[in-house]
């Protein structure tokens, strides 16, 4: 099923024109709006009458984080503050947060993106949906909580926390659908373990997952431990949270709301426009937000556009899953790694359990890379618990893996089951004690 076919099926052309027309009313709103993008449209001898077709683009200047956060906290707000119904905020661990307000017309485009992805995954009327982001500043409660509504779905808005009565309520209400970090589902399934809940004793079918990059290894472990098809599900607070892509059934890359987000892929060292295929940092143009519009947002996060007609029908553009972030890529000895990369070479090993740490130290001026992972239960339980040849044979191997993958030589730590912290909402697995950031 598609939410709005008349959006998400567009002949190319039909798109690029509505794409076009929508960036040129956006590019004006903002020049005659917000002081800091007349400014940059003026430093770059610009108007609104120079943007007129979605090519144009390229003109316009670049917004970054940094940018939000020197015009902290609505600098950079276009509508008048009695037209914003809602603020959400970003959680500003490494500087002010980012606030981001919206007016009654965004949060109906957000419902709608949102509507159109659960549809995607095959949600309907019938379902119970269970949203398991954090509720509040946060965009993932809201975000997903307004889009279940507006399809007409029953939303249980059971947040993060409190996962013993969760699961008692997934199971008593036979909820069908979820929607949490990929971290978070891997916790409840543990919890639903302890509390010796089956996933046939549930009905859950559909998962939405997002928030944080995860592999095809953590999709296989997820939807065998829950017994629901996982589907991902990407956004950002700069841009609207919850349902910037979405996967569709075919689950070949994630189609993007490309008629209210416009992407590009760039060079993060020259700036410029990728071609389809290749690797870069995305970027999104908002063409149809009020409360606060930007232009060209680089979010940091390193992906591919992909090109060609989805079997679903669906003709947004789709891009790849997200390989990382630019400021997450470690570079230990010169070499690039991504915490995904390590992911994925640890569920393939099939001792290791998905719960893993990576820990940087810097020793005498080089770097140590450790990297912590738990050994499975039943692999333990099969070796025993009363030699530890077994252990120190997994270290080696995993040590000689993620050398030939990844060009790394990590030390290896195997920790008991359930020794590592849990996550509920982002996971946080990499920790830096360099200091070099
Ligand atoms: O995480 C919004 C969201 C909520 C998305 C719920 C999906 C589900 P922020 O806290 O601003 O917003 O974090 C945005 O998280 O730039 C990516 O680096 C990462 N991210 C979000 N979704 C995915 C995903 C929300 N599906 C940042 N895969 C983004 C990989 C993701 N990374």
Redesign the pocket.
């Known amino acids: 099923m598609i939410w709005n076919p008349s959006k998400e099926c567009m002949s190319l052309e039909q798109k690029r024109l509505l794409q076009g027309k929508r960036l040129h009313k956006i590019v004006s709103y903002v020049y005659h709006n917000v002081p800091f993008y007349r400014k940059k449209m003026q430093e770059m001898d610009i108007e609104p009458a120079d943007i007129q077709t979605i090519d144009d683009i390229v003109k316009l200047p670049f917004t970054t984080k940094q940018d939000l956060r020197d015009n902290y906290p609505l600098g950079l707000q276009a509508a008048p503050q009695s037209e914003i119904i809602r603020i959400h905020a ?1 959680t500003g661990t490494t500087g002010n947060p980012t606030i981001v307000g919206y007016t009654r017309k965004d949060i109906d485009v957000w419902s709608e993106c949102m509507s159109r992805c659960l549809t995607a995954y095959g949600v309907t009327k019938g379902d119970v949906f269970s949203i398991s ?1 954090g509720y509040g500043l ?3 409660g809201l ?2 909580h307004y889009g279940v509504e507006n399809l007409g779905a029953t939303a249980l808005p059971a947040s993060t926390g409190g996962t013993r009565k969760h699961a008692k309520l997934l199971k008593d209400l036979g909820v069908s659908g979820i929607a949490c970090t990929p971290s978070y589902a891997l916790h409840l399934a543990e919890v639903l373990d302890e509390m010796g809940i089956t996933k046939e004793d549930l009905n859950l079918r559909i998962g939405a997952f ?5 592999t095809e290894e953590m999709r296989k472990e997820i939807q065998n431990k829950l017994g629901l098809k996982a589907y ?7 841009i609207v ?2 349902s910037v892509s979405f996967e569709c059934e075919c689950q070949n890359g994630s189609h993007i709301n490309e008629d209210h987000f416009y992407p590009e892929v760039i060079d993060p060292v020259t700036l410029e426009p990728l071609p389809c295929g290749q690797d870069g940092e995305l970027v999104f143009t908002t063409l149809t937000k009020e409360g606060m519009p930007v232009l060209r947002y680089r ?3 390193l992906c591919s556009l992909m090109e060609g007609e989805c079997a679903c029908g669906r003709t947004l553009v789709r891009m790849s ?2 390989k990382g ?1 630019s400021d997450d890529m470690l570079i230990i000895r010169g070499i690039n790694v991504f915490p995904s990369q390590v992911e994925s070479v640890l569920l393939e090993i099939p001792e290791c359990a998905p719960y893993y740490r990576l820990v940087v130290d810097r020793v005498n001026n080089l770097d140590k890379l450790t990297v912590q992972v738990e050994v499975r239960q039943d692999y333990l339980s099969q070796v025993g618990f009363d030699t530890l040849s077994p252990i120190t044979a997994l270290e080696k191997k995993v040590a000689e893996r993620m050398k030939n993958v990844l060009s790394i030589s990590p030390v290896v730590q195997i920790k008991m089951p359930n020794s590592l912290e849990r996550f509920e909402g982002k996971a946080k697995v990499v920790i830096d004690n360099r200091n070099i950031k």
């Open positions: 970003s982001y946060f965009t993932g975000g997903a997002g928030a944080e990059p995860w991902n599900i990407y956004g950002l607070s700069e949270g919850p979010t940091r996060d899953a997200i972030r």
